[in-house]
């Protein structure tokens, strides 16, 4: 255990025992550097993990405090043990088309949505970009800008993966039409009809249905809601199974909401490597993480080319222009490829606009406000549950996106609880569509993507009531 998590943890027992209590101040870098006898650096270090994990939150000039929520008894979802790694055909579709179907009524109270408040993006700026760079575009461009992409957009894509601490060749990166269409693009690049993937479980539900449109079968690896991927259980599964590829999200993985440690993701692709499995890494909540630092995708450590590593601006800059992209490693020209016999290339003015807004609209001043309002919006949200739901409610607490996580009462079923909601105006996303196994049946996902107002809060009550119901 390295200086700042060991004294992590021990101010995280003082919190824990209560001798730091709700909204005090935790002692200044200062202070605690001088009396626990450890560098300033350290104390920074073992505050910004303590701020990950929720136990404590800065305040703009006044210091480090510990969050109110942290000492309340929310638990988060249990580890349960690893079972026997087997494959499972996917037939999910169906049930995850009838659920987004019933939820598109703009007037429902959109809990169960994927996606955050469109107030929470500067779409009039980017509109500006659209009109200004459609308005200067030479008409060679048009044809120029095609697969792989724009190459305005691509430096600024590498060039914001150095700031994170991943070198990589501009040749490498793919724009394509959300990350979506790369990930399908991605594993359609290194798989065979038939073939075996490694996929969370709990599992973003698209990644489901791209296994099941592929016909590939699912070999589905815990998830825990804090540290991610059990490497352990896919070790286990490696050795036991011709698995193909694994498709996973290694920070706020939709729907638990995890990231794995720094430490976790290089033994995954140092796992990975080993069996030379390539690994696809879906990263599109990278830029919405709420500590001081990004956390590092496993990219970063990939020496071999396997990690196609897949992004998006979708989730935190201009929904609906349906712009992503793809590091696909060793595979970026068959990816590439694939691309062009799919959909030619990703939309030329689109690509022109992000470019010009990453470059002169203010992104990481966006960004800044971005997170910091989601952060504020989980806190709201995860206080709402305290107050109304069932005690024993379990909930993820993660340190970025904008999901949380809800184990209820082992007899509450989602897909009932799902009903009673719609009926009531509120969507909610139930556990089993996150499942190729049908699992997950008393969980559900809720999108703290909106401001918590007044009808917000309404939703969250009536929820709780209904979960009430249920038991
Ligand atoms: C985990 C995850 N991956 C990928 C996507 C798709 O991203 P895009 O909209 O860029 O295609 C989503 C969108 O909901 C998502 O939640």
């Known amino acids: 255990m390295k200086r700042y998590e060991k004294f992590a943890d021990h101010i995280a027992e003082l919190i824990r025992t209560g001798v730091l209590g709700p909204d005090e101040r935790v002692p200044s870098v200062r202070f605690a550097s001088q009396t626990h006898g450890v560098s300033p650096s350290t104390v920074f270090q073992a505050y910004y993990l303590l701020e990950r994990r ?22 988060e979802p249990a580890v349960k043990p690893a079972p026997q790694p ?26 169960g949505s994927a996606f955050p408040s469109p107030n929470l993006f500067p779409l009039p700026r980017l509109a500006r970009s659209l009109a200004s760079t459609s308005r200067s575009m030479h008409p060679r461009e048009t044809v120029t800008d095609l697969s792989p992409g724009n190459p305005q957009l691509r430096r600024q894509i590498a060039l914001r993966y150095t700031v994170g601490g991943v070198m990589l060749p ?36 698209a990644c489901l249905q791209v296994l099941e449109r592929l016909k590939l079968k699912a070999v589905e690896i815990p998830t825990h809601a804090r540290d991610g991927l059990d490497v352990e259980a896919l070790a286990t599964a490696l050795n ?40 696809i890494e ?27 590593h897949c992004g998006s601006f979708a989730k935190s800059l201009a929904p609906g222009y349906r712009i992503g992209w793809v590091a696909a490693g060793r595979f970026a020209q068959q990816v ?22 990453l470059q002169h609209g203010g992104y990481d001043r966006h960004l800044h406000k971005l997170r910091y309002a989601l952060e504020e919006q989980q806190r709201a949200m995860m ?39 719609l ?43 209904l979960i009430h119901s249920l038991l």
């Not at 929720?54 to 000492?71: D, E």
């Not at 499972?88 to 179907?101: A, N, P, R, W, Y």
């Not at 919405?288 to 590092?296: E, I, R, S, V, W």
């Open 54 to 75: 929720g136990l404590i939150r800065a305040r703009p000039r006044s210091g480090y405090f510990v969050n109110a929520l942290a000492t309340r008894t929310i638990e």
């Open 86 to 111: 087997q494959s499972t055909d996917v037939d999910v579709s169906e049930l995850v088309f009838s659920i987004l179907g019933s939820i598109k009524d703009p007037n429902t109270i959109a809990l």
């Open 170 to 205: 501009m040749e490498e990166l793919l724009i394509t039409n959300g990350a979506l269409e790369a990930l399908n693009l991605c594993l359609q690049a290194v798989t065979e009809p038939g073939d075996l993937v490694a996929i969370e479980a709990p599992a973003f539900y």
């Open 240 to 279: 036991s199974l011709p698995i193909k590829a694994c498709w996973c999200m290694t920070s706020f993985q939709n729907p638990i909401g995890a990231s794995m440690p720094e430490a976790r993701k290089r033994q995954l692709v140092e796992l990975l490597r080993e069996h030379q499995v390539p690994l």
């Open 282 to 308: 879906d990263d599109v909540y990278a830029e919405l993480y709420y500590g001081q630092h990004a956390p590092k995708p496993a990219k970063a450590y990939d020496t071999d080319g396997l990690v196609l």
């Open 336 to 357: 590439e490829r694939l691309k062009i016999m799919t959909s030619i290339c990703a939309s030329v003015p689109a690509q022109a606009a992000i470019a010009d807004y």
């Open 383 to 421: 206080a709402a549950i305290g107050k109304y739901f069932p005690k024993e409610t379990r909930v993820s607490r993660p340190s970025g996106g904008y999901f949380l996580w809800l184990e209820l009462p082992e007899q509450v079923d989602s897909l009932q609880l799902f009903r009673l909601a």
């Open 423 to 465: 009926a009531q105006g509120i969507s909610i996303a139930p556990g089993p569509i996150f499942s190729a196994s049908g699992g997950f049946r008393h969980c559900v996902r809720l999108n703290y993507g909106a401001p918590m107002d007044k009808p917000q809060l309404g939703a969250m009550q009536t929820l709780g009531r």
